[in-house]
Nanobody, 122 residues
């Protein structure tokens, strides 16, 4: 139905920058909102940023002013530009898409990527 593949994760020093990408593929008819979430081992997954089809954005307070979410609808891709990274940003980052597929009867559903590791060293 929908596959999401994240890329761009890795090891970066504190204060550095990193850009994550997530491309959606499959029998997609349309995508509404897309977003980024992160999870630390033993903790619940938390929202990082979301972006609606109309480009309206929402950020967690902890990343506001440092992270920027954007999307390319023609490529079904969402990006997360991360700057001023801190060790506490270390986590597995997941992207999500609320999408309608060729199976119209299912309506819009949430789909998730496999995650990409981001590690920030002090």
């Amino acid at each position: 139905q929908v596959q999401l593949v994240e890329s761009g994760g890795g090891l970066v020093q504190a204060g550095g920058s990193l850009r994550l990408s997530c491309a959606a593929s499959g029998s997609i008819v349309s995508i509404a909102a897309m977003g980024w979430y992160r999870q630390v081992s033993g903790k619940q997954r938390e929202l990082v940023a979301t972006i609606a089809s109309g480009t309206s954005t929402n950020y967690a307070d902890s990343v506001k002013g440092r992270f920027s979410i954007s999307r390319d609808n023609a490529k079904n891709t969402v990006y997360l530009q991360m700057s001023g990274l801190k060790p506490e940003d270390t986590a597995v980052y997941f992207c999500s898409a609320n999408a309608l597929t060729s199976r119209i009867s299912l309506g819009y559903r949430d789909y998730w990527g496999q995650g990409t590791q981001v590690t920030v060293s002090s």
